[in-house]
């Protein structure tokens, strides 16, 4: 790996990166939804919530992935997954009690958990590739 790469991909950067990707979808997420552009589309909103939750759990893979000397755990990987579902699942909760345009979403939940998913999946091509320098997986 290039030291570019390891350099951006430190825990102490990837912290930040969680951290502030985790807040900045936490207060999209409970904005009202007048604040939420419209658009007709079917079922685009299900994909945006894939893509971040694929973006949220591949963040917080890679930084524990990072902070244990670039070694992961089958645990590891399960806790990481578990919260990341969980956190979307409170999200969704805090839509319903928290605010007056927004609902819990059982699809959305689903969603979230198809992300996290491939989140994970995205890890493990990615690390095969830079850690491994395995172009073929």
Request: glycine share 6%; charged share 15%; proline share 3%.
């Amino acid at each position: 790996m290039t030291k570019a790469i390891r350099k951006l991909s430190g825990p102490k950067t990837l912290l930040v990166a969680g951290l502030v990707y985790t807040i900045i979808i936490t207060v999209a997420f409970l904005s009202p939804a007048a604040e939420v552009p419209k658009v007709s589309i079917p079922y685009l909103d299900k994909v945006f919530h894939v893509l971040i939750h694929c973006a949220l759990s591949f963040i917080w893979l890679w930084f524990v992935f990072s902070s244990d000397k670039y070694h992961i755990s089958v645990k590891t990987v399960i806790v990481v997954l578990v919260l990341c579902f969980s956190y979307g699942i409170t999200i969704e909760a805090a839509q319903h009690w928290f605010t007056a345009s927004r609902q819990f979403d059982l699809l959305d939940v689903l969603a979230n958990g198809i992300g996290s998913l491939l989140g994970l999946w995205s890890f493990y091509k990615v690390k095969s590739r830079i850690v491994h320098g395995n172009s073929s997986t």
